[in-house]
């Protein structure tokens, strides 16, 4: 329980940054796929976008916040990716339908 609660002071307090020319390329590319209709693509590219902003970016305030706890980071990036390739094989066996 003390864990969650770390977790929950975490997230109320961190500030964690997002690169304006990251935020402006997100935006257009969702835009885009939303006027091209393609929405399991853009559902890729908001996952990939938060994944990368949220583990890969700011992974030091991450390590700073849970120290050695290291399993629990690689457990986030290890489902993080196994999600990646997952919606990928589904996008690409709807395209080829």
Not at 46 to 61: C, D, H, L
């Amino acid at each position: 329980m003390d864990d969650v609660n770390q977790f929950i002071s975490f997230l109320s307090s961190a500030m964690i940054s997002v690169p304006l020319g990251q935020m402006v390329l997100f935006t257009l590319v969702i835009s885009f796929c939303m006027i091209g209709s393609k929405f399991k693509l853009g559902l890729l590219v908001t996952y990939v976008f938060v994944f990368y902003w949220g583990f890969i970016f700011n992974q030091s305030a991450f390590i700073d916040a849970a120290g050695q706890a290291s399993t629990g980071l690689f457990a986030y990036a290890f489902f993080g990716i196994i999600m990646i390739v997952v919606a990928l094989i589904g996008l690409f066996t709807a395209l080829h339908n």
